[in-house]
């Protein structure tokens, strides 16, 4: 019997894109995350995370 292979990308290393943005984008297209502002808050946090200037306190 096979055993299943998980895989996890944290850093766009396997997949061209970042597994978080792909998960809220998926929650959005299945109507879970309703916010208005819920993808492009996402994207401002993930911009703020890759500059470096992402205050964890008041996330």
Sequence with gaps: MSKPLYVFDMD????????????????VEKGIA?????????KRLMDLYAQ??????II
């Design 34 to 42: 309703t916010a208005p502002d819920f993808l492009e808050e996402d």
């Design 12 to 27: 766009e290393t396997l997949f061209d894109a970042d597994c978080a943005m792909l998960w809220n984008r998926f929650l």
């Design 52 to 57: 470096g200037n992402m205050d964890m306190k």
